[in-house]
């Protein structure tokens, strides 16, 4: 992914051009007063931005030459077997050339984009290496890079210096016109001339005009060389970073992680839960099945009452086990969707909690089970931290995506951060992708809508 640095202010020290450079806090008050439109040309990114273009001119001509020379070379020996190597070499080092351009890019746009992704060879070699290279998308998008940002450097560089150029040449016209008469032998910059008649800036009026015009073209400048890289960026972001493809395989591995972690993470809930819980349970309900036993016929009014007690026992253990059941996956959501479910689930809320379904018809199983499971946890954290009166819940869906909402009136301050259950729902929730929105200013209310992608309908019964 592409960001790019801000430019702002500091916070009490100085200014922030947006790389890091503070400048003062006298300097920081006066830019301050000054609009954006007339500190632009003085700020550190302008002059930046400026150097970006300067040295694309004297980049792009070798890169332009490597790359068409490699290029024609390697086509034109591929009737031979040396065209296959020499067209890969010229592509590693087109490779290398967006190496150095995202540098460039970061050091002077602040524009970091990450790196491709690697050559992925099955097995090592030169020709496992050749044939990665050759197949590589990189390979080739940065070939083009380097082929297209020569013209565009040429036109760039063209624009920016003579707008920087004219502009401060014109905008300090008044302190140099002198030079014209003293050693050039006429009355100033010469704005028109034929064979008999000229027109020079030699009046103040005339020198004032053309010290207007030199500001207005020193304010638009900046503007100017700005639109300039925005090309470059787009260019270096779109040829010389990673693809959509390889993002998102990226993506992918990073939600598959996530789901085998949460899974590995509720089967370690389960276990503990049935060995802290149930499991327990039953070993003290064994032993006291064997106390009664053995006193049945000493003491029979004992063991009876031994008996009564475990009978307790089992009817306690019984009910762990069925909300452990339900915790997994209750029967109430499989058998009647997530209408009865959520409402199975609101009525054991500490607070009154208003449920609305609208669906015509059932998501798929997993995605029903992950919204059924995101309000389930919701409604916990409103029982034991909220503080609320009353709750919400909303589940609708958007054409392809289905919405979940639920709402409090409590104190708010919920969090995704600082390793909160709320983190863990949004981990789940991108494993799927889906998307996790907390509203929670201090004081309340607190707003949570969960959007999760729509797949595999069928019909309600």
Known sequence: MATEYGQ???????????????????????????????????????WREFGYVLL??????????????MLSLGAGLLVTFLGIPVLAAGLAGCRGLGAMERARARGLLGLDVADPEPLRMKKPGVMAWMGAVLKSGTSWRTLLYALLQFPWSVFSFVVAVNFWAYGWALLTYPLWFWLFPMYGGQDGLQLYGDGSHSIYLDNPFEITVTALVGLLFTLATPWIVRALTMVDRLMVHGLLGPSRLATRVVELESDRGVVVDTAAADLRRIERDLHDGA????????????????????????????VGEAHGEVK??????????????????????????????????????????????????????????????????????????????????????LMVQVVDNGVGGADTAGGSGLGGLTERLDAVDGILVVDSPVGGPTRVTAELPWRGERALV
Not at 17 to 44: C, H
């Open 56 to 69: 694309g001119l004297p980049i792009g001509v070798p890169m332009f030459v490597y790359a068409v020379t």
């Open 316 to 401: 306690t253990a019984l009910q762990e086990l069925r909300d452990l059941a339900r915790g997994i996956h209750p029967a109430v959501l499989t058998d009647r969707g997530l209408d009865a479910a959520l409402s199975a689930v609101a009525s054991r809320c500490t607070v009154p909690v208003q449920v609305e379904v609208d669906l015509a018809e059932r998501p798929a199983p997993a995605i029903e089970g992950i919204a059924y499971f995101t309000v389930s946890e919701l409604l916990q954290n409103i029982s034991k931290h909220a503080r609320a009166t009353w709750a919400a819940v909303d589940v609708w869906r958007v054409e392809d995506r």
């Open 279 to 306: 499991q327990a349970r039953l070993v003290a309900l064994a032993m006291d099945l064997g106390l009664a036993k053995e006193k049945l016929t000493e003491d029979p009014a004992a063991a009876a009452r031994m």
């Open 8 to 46: 702002g202010y500091g916070h009490g020290h100085g200014y922030d051009d947006g790389l890091g450079y503070d400048d003062g806090p006298g300097l920081v008050d006066r830019r301050r007063r000054l609009p954006v439109g007339l500190r632009a040309p003085f700020e550190g990114r302008s």
